[in-house]
Every structure is written in C-alpha cells, then in structure tokens.
C-alpha cells in the first residue's frame, strides 16, 4: 500500500508560480510510476504531467508544456510539480497518483492507469 500526500497549493496571482509536492509513505516509492492531475468542479479528472519511475522519462498535457515541471526525490520519497506562469484556467484541485507496477519505463497518463491517488490540493490562480 502506498499513501500519497500533496502539498503546496494556494492563491498566486495570474504569472506567478507554484511548486506542488506529494510525499510518499508505505512501498518503495522509488520503484513507481508518478503522476499529476486536475479536476475543476463538474469536470473529469485531466491528466497534467508523468514521471516514470527512473526519473528518465517525463510527459506533460499539451497545455502546460513549457511551464510545468514534473521531478522526483527518490531519497526524499517526493514527486514535485514545478508550476510556473500560471494562468487563471489551472485553477483547479490537483492530485497526485502513483502506479502499483514495479520498475516499468513509462509514463503513464490515464486516471485508469493509477492505483494510489492523494487527497489533493487546491491550486487558484487570480486574474
């Protein structure tokens, strides 16, 4: 079993930046696939960013290219999203998700494709 926290949300102003944490506890952290998504009120979930579980191969949603990063601490057993230049349309609750699945080089980017999920963090970002 694996239990994900996230961290690090709050209110910036449209430009600013964010950096998002999700602290692992339970199975090895370092041998999973990692994942972060959004979900507005009404809306389904949306993938945003994937780290496999190297840390070699990164995927990121066509909207936030270039102004996310998604990194890993495997020592620290943390998965950081790096949000720069927000926008007023990344407002929303993010989630990180972690893969049960041991040492697959993948990233992964369906809410299917987790098995662990945290309890969120709200992210609002002002006009």
């Known amino acids: 079993q694996v239990q994900l926290v996230e961290s690090g949300g709050g209110l910036v102003q449209a430009g600013g930046s964010l950096r998002l944490s999700c602290a692992a506890s339970?199975?090895?952290?370092?041998?999973?696939?990692m994942g972060w998504f959004r979900q507005e009120p009404g809306k389904e979930r949306e993938f945003v960013a994937a780290?496999?579980?190297?840390?070699?191969?990164?995927y990121y949603t066509d909207s936030v290219q270039g102004r996310f990063t998604i990194s890993r601490d495997n020592a620290k057993n943390t998965v950081y999203l790096q949000m720069n230049s927000l926008k007023p349309e990344d407002t929303a609750v993010y989630y990180c998700a972690a893969d049960r699945r041991p040492r697959i080089e993948v990233v992964l980017t369906r809410v299917n494709d987790y098995d662990y999920w945290g309890q969120g963090t709200q992210v609002t970002v002002s006009s």
């Open positions: 339970g199975r090895t952290f370092s041998n999973y696939a």
């Open positions: 780290i496999s579980w190297s840390g070699d191969t990164t």
